[in-house]
């Protein structure tokens, strides 16, 4: 099974460890990941903001990569994982949105891919494929799982229940570990305003870090 993978900026900066256990994991599940070759900057959570025409396009050059790829996309990152997933529904919806963005890119995107988070891509693998990999035990393990508001908004790309996902839940009591019921697994962490607010971001982020504490 072979993926497009779209490591986004931050994996190959502040979050290179994300990225290299990303590709160790997948490798030993049997899943191909090739990185999209000239991949650029998705627009992630301030593109679209400042403008939704910019926002779609930087996702889109990327999808017109893929696209000549032939396969699938996947992304690690929820942020990467959300801008490249609205604009693939946005100009698979709407003709002249994809023909004038086809013009900014200076690249042609016919709609021919889909694209998935890395939670969908490993948890369409049989139970047994995952299970067979395990080499420690979580057993002891209690997580609060958190998705935080990307992986389940907007409706049109949203990749479970947006109250009450259960998909990253369900690997890893597969894994052994046990997973907790609490109140923040959907609330934003404000990570857009990390730079521009960050008294903010600390507020939300505490928030969520005591009710895990908590639960």
Known sequence: MKYAY???CCDHTSAKEYDLSTRVVLKNLGIELIEIP????CGSTP???V???LGIALAARNLALVEKMGLDCTA???ACYQRLAVANVEMKQDAKLCEKINQITGRYYQGGVNVKSILEVISELKPD????KITKSLKNLRAAVYYGCLLVRPKEVQIDDPENPQIMDNLMRLIGAQTVDWNCKTECCGAALALSNEDIVLKLGNKI??????A
């Open 6 to 8: 779209y490591p986004g």
């Open 38 to 41: 000239d991949w650029s900057c």
């Open 47 to 49: 593109g679209h903001s």
């Open 51 to 53: 403008s939704h025409l």
């Open 76 to 78: 690690s990152c929820a």
């Open 129 to 132: 494929q995952i299970k067979t």
């Open 209 to 214: 870090l005591k009710e895990a504490a908590l």
